[in-house]
Nanobody, 118 residues
């Protein structure tokens, strides 16, 4: 059974930084493109950052230059370094492996809450 466990979320002030981690069990993350998603309060969950098996990354415009996605093959883990945080970054953050058409492959984990105060 695949389990995704996100961690690292916290309450921080605007301008602060956080590093999120997501570790998988029951699946080999090295075989897949991986992504970070977020669900702001009252809104849908959206894909915000992607890293391919070759290490190529892409981001939505709202986080470009502030967030960095990375992966550790040995630890079966994907990270999201978040700098210059803004109140609009407040959301529950999730990770997943990504299949065709950017569709998430696995059942969702519980996510990790990031709250950015003004």
């Amino acid at each position: 059974q695949v389990q995704l466990v996100e961690s690292g979320g916290a309450l921080v002030q605007a301008g602060g930084s956080l590093r999120l981690s997501c570790t998988a069990s029951g699946t080999d993350f090295s075989l897949n493109t991986l992504g970070w998603y977020r669900r702001p309060p009252g809104k849908e969950r959206d894909l915000v950052a992607v890293i391919t098996t070759a290490g190529r990354t892409s981001y939505v415009d709202s986080i470009k230059g502030r967030f960095t996605i990375s992966r550790d093959y040995a630890k079966n883990t994907v990270y999201l370094q978040m700098n210059s945080l803004k109140p609009d970054d407040t959301a529950v953050y999730y990770c997943n492996a990504i299949g065709g058409d950017y569709y998430p492959i696995h059942s969702w984990g519980r996510g990790t809450q990031v709250t950015v105060s003004p």
